[in-house]
């Protein structure tokens, strides 16, 4: 019985999934997924991409998941950037269902991105399809080269693999041959890339690469 209520959850999640990203397709708005681990560098790495996309002229929205609070959507919001925070109470990712809930608060027809930074952790955000065009794990050096290996899900899933904070690489046994090794095992077309966010136009390649993807879509 178990097994079959799961089933149900996750069917239901991927048409309500289809729906928003058929929903986004029709108003040119490309969703990006970003995932990883509590402090690994996402609000960051997602503020660095909205000054990518600011000087291209492209308009972007971000959707804020976290547990409680609304620390990172307040960061955004400072970049005159329309933000909604999701508090998920307690739960440890996003579904479709709640991105569907959002979406009109945002005017599609004005936007050329969505952003959704998803709940801090390595395993089920990787289960959850939410109407996203792109999916993008972040991997940061102190969290250590066997993540991969560990939750490898999370990147089999994935189309980006950024490794951040690769300016504290002297500090940490890092093998990035490793990581990239162990992700391409698991997903031959996994984009990879090294950032240190603390440096300004970091990004200037992971916008490129999104841009790129933008296009085909
Ligand atoms: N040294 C360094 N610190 C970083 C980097 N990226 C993020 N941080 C810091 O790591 C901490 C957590 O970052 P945050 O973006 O809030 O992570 P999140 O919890 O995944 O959203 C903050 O103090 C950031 O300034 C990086 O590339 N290098
Ligand atoms: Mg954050
Ligand atoms: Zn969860």
New binding site residues.
Partial sequence: MEIKIVKQIMDWNEECHSELNNKLDNNKVTMINVM??????????ILNLIREFKREGLKVGVIEGDIAGKI?AEKIAKEGIEVVQLNTDGACHIEAESIKNILPSFDLKSLDLIIV?NI?NLVCPAEFNIGEHLKIA?L?VPEGDDKVEKYPLMFANSDGLII?????KDYFEFSYSKVFDDAIKRNGKIRTFA????IDGCLSEVKEWILSKRNKS
């Fill in positions: 990883g681990s509590p402090g690994a560098g996402k609000t960051t790495f990172d930074e801090g972040l940061s951040t904070k690769s300016d504290l950032v240190n966010s603390k």
